[in-house]
């Protein structure tokens, strides 16, 4: 089971950016994927899961109206759409697979993907 975040980089306060979350190792329309962030020397902050077969999203406040989680299980790949980015967006983002209904909470994620990295310059 192998998840791998990719489509980080840098990007200018404003713009955006799309992160995708490929899984291996496992059909992706049997999980709820989470997308979390981390700054260096902070918690892992939650931003919004998907349900398995896409029919339920959740955010959190931080990410309320600037960012957008989907999947395409075809494609065993979920994204998530980043907009209007500002330098406070600046972080490791990860994404997480979770066999049941998902949350808010990173301990209910069993399978992680390495992260990657997010800058956002003034």
């Known amino acids: 089971v192998q998840l791998q975040a990719s489509g980080g980089g840098s990007a200018r306060a404003g713009g955006s950016l799309r992160l995708s979350c490929a899984v291996s190792g496992f059909g992706l329309d049997d999980y709820s994927v989470g997308w979390f962030r981390q700054v260096q020397g902070q918690e892992r902050e939650f931003l919004g899961y998907i349900s398995w077969n896409g029919d339920r999203t959740y955010y959190a406040d931080s990410a309320q109206g600037r960012f957008t989680i989907s999947r395409d299980n075809d494609k065993n790949t979920a994204y998530l759409q980043m907009v209007n980015l500002t330098p406070e967006d600046t972080a490791v983002y990860y994404c997480?697979?979770?066999?049941?209904?998902?949350?808010?909470?990173?301990?209910?994620?069993?399978?992680w993907g390495q992260g990657t990295q997010v800058t956002v310059s003034s």
């Open positions: 997480a697979g979770d066999p049941k209904s998902g949350g808010d909470r990173a301990e209910y994620y069993p399978f």
